[in-house]
């Protein structure tokens, strides 16, 4: 059972070009998240999607832009790499709420990501 | 006022030691709360469920206070594998996001 897996690890882009984050989960998961975590700031989200076919902006959504592509496989994309963006990312899966079950986040490896 | 903030830390504790970290949240219609541990470089990983009864898992207890907003974290007897930073996170019953509080560090030392 491999959880949550993420592609690539690492990525080094120069300013401008453009790049896209892999996700995908094979716990049968509705919701999938996509946060970056920056030293001193937390985890941010950046875009999340309660079911598929749905998506939403999370807290630090300029700049980027995501795919529900199916059940399983939920894609980040930047368009246009800028130096901001360097951060660590992460994808996380989970149930979606329902009733009084308490559900939890599984969250990928990360992908370290830095534009030059 | 970030909707939920832990104690800053860092923790320096010796090996044995009891310590608890304290967290609290704005969004009264939070209703799901964990307690996660990030290693250095690491994803964060589940170390606990928060119930409202509290709860205990071995050397960890989390308690959580619906009428002051608060949860904690409790680890005896600490061990150097504890350091990590620690998560502190809320999800409200009404949306799909979970909110995270920036994270306690902690350092057991031998």
């Known amino acids: 059972n491999a959880g949550v897996t993420q592609t690539p690890k690492f990525q080094v882009l120069k300013t401008g070009q453009s790049m896209t984050l892999q996700c995908a989960q094979d716990m049968n998961h509705n919701s999938m998240y996509w946060y970056r975590q920056d030293p001193g700031m937390g985890l941010r989200l950046i875009y999340y999607?309660?079911?598929?076919?749905?998506?939403d902006k999370g807290e630090v959504p300029n700049g980027y832009n995501v795919s529900r592509l199916n059940k399983r496989e939920f894609s980040l994309r930047l368009e246009s790499a800028a130096p901001s963006q360097t951060s660590v990312y992460f994808c996380a899966s989970s149930e979606a709420l329902f009733g009084g079950q308490i559900y939890e986040q599984y969250f990928g490896p990360g992908t370290r990501l830095t534009v030059t | 006022r970030k909707e939920v903030e832990q104690d800053p830390g860092p923790f320096n504790v010796p090996e044995g030691a009891t310590v608890a970290f304290n967290c609290t949240y704005s969004n009264s219609a939070s209703q799901s709360f964990f307690w996660y541990r990030q290693d250095c470089r690491k994803e964060p990983k589940l170390l606990m469920s928060v119930y409202s009864s509290g709860n205990e898992d071995g050397r960890f207890t989390a308690q959580l206070n619906r009428a002051s907003q608060y949860i904690s974290l409790l680890i005896r007897d600490s061990k150097l594998s504890d350091s990590a930073t620690y998560l502190c996170v809320s999800r409200d019953n009404y949306g799909q996001n979970f909110v995270f509080g920036p994270g306690t560090r902690l350092s057991v030392l031998p």
């Open positions: 999607s309660a079911s598929e076919g749905t998506t």
